[in-house]
């Protein structure tokens, strides 16, 4: 049974940092691309940042390059998102994905083709203005 289990959310004021971690089982994480993403309130999901299998590749979305870190560690099958300076707007429930989507930069950010097969239920940020 594939497990993807979200942890590391929570309330923090702005300029503030929070580390996400997403943890697996039942899958092969060394062999999945591993991406992050968010939904706000009334807004739709949007991809935050990407990272290939081997984690030499990282992608960002443009609001949040600069300020957020992805990782992985193949060994703890974990993945991490890094996040400093956070903002008002970076309020979302942050989600992670599994799959074997290829993650690229276009003129207009970050993209991904394929699919992400597995996903977590996503954990709450909240950050105060």
């Known amino acids: 049974q594939v497990q993807v289990v979200e942890s590391g959310g929570g309330f923090v004021q702005t300029g503030g940092s929070l580390t996400l971690s997403c943890t697996t089982s039942?899958?092969?994480?060394?062999?999945?691309?591993m991406a992050w993403f968010r939904q706000a309130p009334g807004q739709e999901r949007e991809g935050v940042s990407c990272?290939?299998?081997?984690?030499?590749?990282?992608y960002y979305s443009n609001p949040v390059k600069g300020r957020f870190t992805i990782s992985r560690d193949n060994a703890k099958n974990t993945l991490y998102l890094q996040m400093n300076s956070l903002k008002p707007e970076d309020t979302a429930i942050y989600t992670c994905?599994?799959?074997?989507?290829?993650?690229?930069?276009?003129?207009?950010?970050?993209?991904?083709?394929?699919?992400?097969?597995?996903w977590g239920r996503g954990t709450q940020v909240t950050v105060s203005s």
């Open positions: 039942g899958l092969s994480f060394a062999d999945y691309t």
């Open positions: 994905a599994a799959g074997p989507a290829v993650c690229a930069y276009s003129s207009s950010g970050y993209y991904y083709a394929g699919d992400f097969l597995y």
């Open positions: 990272i290939n299998w081997t984690g030499a590749n990282l």
